[in-house]
């Protein structure tokens, strides 16, 4: 499975809302494979390379949910986030079983009601898809990695 979830945020800015995130990039299914292998794709740079480099192994067979990010800004709205949470989880649990599962981050994202939604997302994905499924997750070099993310 493939997913993402990119802020940078700051407590001094206004809340980051749904509007921020359609602005920017807010994709599912099929939409996130055709990004991830454009010329001049609209996501971070790690999901092309993720799509390259697993292109270039071998066959395989994405199964992408939601990829979401915005342009730094306050924590993400609660609304927001927990309904972004749940599409991932029905998501998921509708795709399973899978291979294993890619999560774009970024690392340093807030949102109102949590501190940490980077790590509540990966507890998340760990929750679903069990202890023994490879969860890889990538970070920004500056992201604020926290135990839950591990």
């Not at 890619?102 to 929750?127: I, K, M, Y």
Request: charged share 25%; net charge negative; aromatic share 8%.
């Amino acid at each position: 499975a493939v997913l993402g979830f990119a802020i940078e945020c700051n407590r001094f800015s206004p809340v980051s809302t749904k509007e921020d995130f359609e602005t920017d990039v807010d994709i599912r299914g099929n939409r996130i494979v055709a990004e991830a292998r454009a010329e001049a794709s609209i996501t971070l740079p790690d999901l092309p390379g993720f799509f390259a480099e697993m292109d270039r192994t071998g066959p395989w067979t994405p199964v992408p949910l939601r990829v979401s990010q915005a342009q730094p800004g306050g924590p993400v709205e609660e609304t927001f986030f927990k309904g972004f949470l749940a599409e991932i989880e029905a998501g998921l649990k509708s795709v399973l079983p899978v291979d294993g599962v890619f999560v774009s981050c970024h690392g340093a994202a807030l949102a109102e009601g949590t501190d940490d939604p980077d790590g509540d997302l990966l507890e998340l994905v760990r929750r679903v898809v069990g202890p023994d499924l490879p969860v890889v997750a990538v970070f920004d070099l500056h992201a604020n990695v926290s135990r839950r993310m591990t």
